[in-house]
């Protein structure tokens, strides 16, 4: 079974930064996907950045060039600078074994294991 942990939401002033980290545990295949996701009140979840441990990293417009996404093991993190209002969600991390194809990453529906979430505002 896969486990995901999420940490590091909060409250922050828009320009501010934030770092959130996503840990993955239990068992899973050596080559897999994980992507951040967000969710506001009222909205789709939608894909913010996904990346696997073997050749891409992709992000959505919205976020390219504020945010970047890393990994460390088990531990991915999500560096947030130039935070905007419209960045505030509930963040949720999610992660797929096995290979998925790099223009369908952002997509929630290609994740099987998700988080609990970090709830995320930004105040202007």
């Known amino acids: 079974q896969v486990q995901l942990e999420e940490s590091g939401g909060g409250p922050v002033q828009a320009g501010g930064s934030l770092r959130l980290s996503c840990v993955v545990s239990?068992?899973?295949?050596?080559?897999?996907?994980m992507g951040w996701y967000r969710q506001a009140p009222g909205k789709e979840r939608e894909g913010v950045a996904s990346?696997?441990?073997?050749?891409f990293t992709t992000y959505a417009d919205s976020v390219k060039g504020r945010f970047t996404l890393s990994q460390d093991g088990g531990k991915h993190t999500l560096q947030m600078n130039s935070l905007k209002p419209e960045d505030t969600a509930m963040y949720y991390c999610?992660?797929?074994?096995?290979?998925?194809?790099?223009?369908?990453?952002?997509?929630?529906?290609?994740?099987?294991?998700w988080g609990q979430g970090t709830q995320v505002t930004v105040s202007s």
């Open positions: 239990g068992y899973i295949t050596s080559t897999y996907c």
């Open positions: 999610a992660a797929e074994p096995g290979l998925v194809p790099a223009n369908t990453a952002l997509a929630p529906s290609q994740f099987t294991y």
């Open positions: 990346m696997n441990n073997i050749d």
